[in-house]
């Protein structure tokens, strides 16, 4: 069950970070409340997934998928592009985030 903690803590999170532009400086309503209730409900489902997980490890993998999907959103309705370097390095972070899963043992499988 922690996985599903963990990816409802990233989704939750991918969409406050999403509103926080639309939020404009939290002098929207609408905006401000997704924003505040998305890192609400991040935070506490990541505390559920540290009940059974270590803290480094989950926060590199909340951390890592984040900036991906984040990325991603920014590019498909934000309009925002990434160079080169960027592309390369966000590669380079879930391919972090991928060694950890599939080689570390402290991660709990």
Excluded: C
């Amino acid at each position: 069950m922690h996985w599903v903690y963990l990816l409802i803590a990233i989704v939750a999170e991918v969409i406050a970070t999403s509103a926080l532009k639309a939020s404009a400086e939290f002098t929207r309503l609408v905006p401000s409340v997704v924003v505040v209730a998305g890192y609400l409900t991040a935070f506490y489902f990541l505390s559920l997934t540290l009940r059974t997980l270590p803290v480094a490890i989950v926060y590199a993998m909340w951390s890592g998928i984040g900036i991906a999907l984040i990325a991603l959103v920014g590019w498909l309705f934000l309009k925002q592009s990434l160079d080169a370097a960027a592309l390369i390095g966000i590669g380079l972070i879930v391919s972090g985030v991928l060694v950890l899963n599939v080689f570390s043992k402290t991660v709990a499988h």
